[in-house]
T-cell receptor, first 115, second 110 residues
Framework: NAGVMQNPRHLVRRRGQEARLRCSPMKGHSHVYWYRQLPEEGLKFMVYLQKENIIDESGMPKERFSAEFPKEGPSILRIQQVVRGDSAAYFC?????????????FGQGTRLTVV | TQLLEQSPQFLSIQEGENLTVYCNSSSVFSSLQWYRQEPGEGPVLLVTVVTGGEVKKLKRLTFQFGDARKDSSLHITAAQPGDTGLYLCAGAQGAQKLVFGQGTRLTINP
């Protein structure tokens, strides 16, 4: 049973370009969470999605950031017109139900560098 | 927004020593989780504590949840170089959101 798969592992974008980060949850998991980690800091919640629905996007910046989890395929975190401050590690987690009091599994992350 | 404060932020000790990492908040969490993160990797769950006062042991690691469910500690006995890493505590904010501490970077010197 493969774990949470994120790709790419590393992504370099120039300022103003778009970044697309993909997350395939564990088999049987229909709940996906995205977190961002700045250097030497803990993870910060961004968005929680179920298939085809955004449940909680309270941690998402109001502009340039969007997320989706389509019926088929991976969840996508999209950052438009990237700026240097977007450089960070972006982690995806999945759970079988929408209850993080039990267990959530994290992927290995995508490290975004904006140059 | 609920905040979790971890202390110390950095800890470097000799192999064989004991250590305790603390995770404190003024807010109550429904559960608290401890993760370990290696460089370039995602966090890996070590334990989840749910009940106030709960103590869980994982080999040389002992995790405790405070009676009021506002704080937690991680105690490592006879630390080994393989314990080196970033330890993160995370409180569940309801069922659907984790609030992470800033982490404790632990270095065990041979």
């Amino acid at each position: 049973n493969a774990g949470v798969m994120q790709n790419p592992r590393h992504l370099v974008r120039r300022r103003g370009q778009e970044a697309r980060l993909r997350c395939s949850p564990m088999k049987g998991h229909s709940h996906v969470y995205w977190y961002r980690q700045l250097p030497e800091e803990g993870l910060k919640f961004m968005v929680y999605l179920q298939k085809e629905n955004i449940i909680d996007e309270s941690g998402m910046p109001k502009e340039r950031f969007s997320a989706e989890f389509p019926k088929e395929g991976p969840s996508i975190l999209r950052i438009q017109q990237v700026v240097r401050g977007d450089s960070a590690a972006y982690f995806c987690a999945s759970s079988p139900g929408g209850d993080l009091n039990t267990e959530a599994f994290f992927g290995q992350g995508t490290r975004l560098t904006v140059v | 927004t609920q905040l979790l404060e971890q202390s110390p932020q950095f800890l470097s000790i000799q192999e064989g020593e004991n250590l305790t990492v603390y995770c404190n908040s003024s807010s109550v969490f429904s559960s608290l989780q401890w993760y370990r993160q290696e460089p370039g990797e995602g966090p890996v769950l070590l334990v989840t504590v749910v009940t106030g006062g709960e103590v869980k042991k994982l080999k040389r690691l002992t995790f405790q949840f405070g009676d009021a469910r506002k704080d937690s500690s991680l105690h490592i006995t006879a630390a080994q170089p393989g314990d080196t890493g970033l330890y993160l505590c995370a409180g569940a904010q309801g069922a659907q959101k984790l609030v992470f501490g800033q982490g404790t970077r632990l270095t065990i010197n041979p």
